[in-house]
């Protein structure tokens, strides 16, 4: 593990390590485990495993490899009390023993790959969900965390923008996107659902644009993939305007966010983790890349490729009121510095 990766997870056990005692000894099953934010929660599992807990939690992820890879992209991250299973969520799940907590993080996230595998993405937010509802209900789980995505408002009127979670949203149906988008929601009514059918004790996350450590060269998502262009000396592709914005979340703040939600003894509820501050558009955004390099870099508007899902939201930023309030959730990492690490760290890891 890289020193940038081990601070950080350092620095998220710190902050969670009062509310952390609730995994100890117990079961976590984490769906989607070996995707970008997976390698993370595996990561910080294992640290607390080996530095808080008397007592270890046993983690099972559970990944079909769609996109994700069995070996962590953070580095070589071994646990005697994790057990990697190889399999679809679509297809009904049957897990031994107890199950305490139920992250499921299952999904296709970056638009290039839920373009490519649509279907896939709709089962995994629907069909998938539904499974692992199942599999909470039967298991008495203490907690069902489903990550939905701030995808779920659509393209906000500029009023709505920072967006709370009441915000009911501005998606269209049939759109380039739907399949991500809608799926997310069915996803999040399924959650509903048992919640107040079956008393699953539910929580939503909705995340708004993580990055960090973690991302690999091909992921697609804009920030590695502005990475890997400028690396590799090629023109970073600005698609649209370039105006576009989106307020982007370092994973060290996204995870203290995401266990925090998992923690909470409150369900049946929803919650945007992200950041607000430093909303950003992509011209800004290559141009800090240029401050961080050192060096100018060659940007290009190019028309949305028939890979790339066009009809992207204008703007996107989160409202975090209700995070703060009811989470004690509070982001501390600004774009600058968050930027600097995934930098350091891609560049340790993909530059020769
Ligand atoms: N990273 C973000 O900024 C962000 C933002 C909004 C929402 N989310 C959501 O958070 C979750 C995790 O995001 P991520 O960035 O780690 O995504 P990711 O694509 O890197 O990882 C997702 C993992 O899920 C696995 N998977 C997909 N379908 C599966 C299936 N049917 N059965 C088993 N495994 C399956 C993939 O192989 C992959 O390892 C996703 O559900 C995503 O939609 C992420």
């Known amino acids: ?51 808080v807990f008397k007592k270890p939690c046993k983690v099972i992820t559970l990944d079909n490899y769609i996109t994700g890879t069995r070996q962590n992209p953070l580095g070589d991250i071994t646990d005697p009390h994790f057990t990697y299973l190889k399999g679809d969520i679509c297809t009904p799940l049957k897990v031994k023993g107890p199950i305490d907590y139920i992250i499921h993080m299952a999904g296709i996230a970056s638009p290039v790959y839920y373009i490519k595998y649509p279907l896939e993405t709709i089962h995994t937010a629907t069909i998938g969900t539904e499974n692992l509802l199942k599999l909470a209900r039967e298991k008495k789980s203490k907690k069902f965390l489903f990550f939905s995505s701030s995808e779920i408002y659509g393209d906000p009127a500029p009023e709505f923008v920072p967006t709370p979670e009441t915000y009911r949203g501005n998606v269209s149906s049939v759109g380039p996107r739907a399949c991500y988008d809608e799926s997310k929601r069915l996803g999040e009514t399924l959650c509903m659902v048992y919640h107040s059918l079956y008393k699953v004790p539910v929580v939503i996350v909705r995340p708004f644009n993580v990055y960090g450590p973690g991302m690999k060269p091909h992921d697609r998502r804009v920030i590695p993939q502005f990475l890997s262009c400028a690396f590799a000396g090629k023109v970073l592709p600005i698609h649209g305007s370039g105006l576009q914005t989106r307020s982007y979340c370092y994973t060290t703040d996204a995870l203290v966010g995401f266990f925090k939600t998992i923690l909470t003894k409150r369900s049946g509820e929803v919650y945007n983790i992200g950041s607000h501050e430093g909303e950003t558009n992509l011209v800004d955004l290559a141009s800090a890349m240029e401050k961080i390099l050192g060096r100018k870099l060659k940007i290009a508007k190019i028309p949305y490729p028939a890979e790339y899902p066009a009809d992207e939201p204008s703007r996107r930023c989160p409202d975090l009121t209700k995070a703060r309030t009811e989470l004690n959730y509070v982001p501390k990492v600004d774009l600058e510095t968050g930027l600097k690490r995934m930098i350091d760290w891609y560049k340790g890891q993909y530059v020769r």
């Open 1 to 51: 593990m890289s020193k940038i990766v081990n601070q950080d997870v350092e620095s998220i056990v710190a902050a969670l390590r009062k509310e952390a005692g609730a995994l100890e000894g117990k079961t976590l099953l984490i769906s989607g485990g070996s995707g970008f934010l997976g390698s993370h929660f595996l990561a910080v599992m294992a640290k607390l495993n080996q530095t």
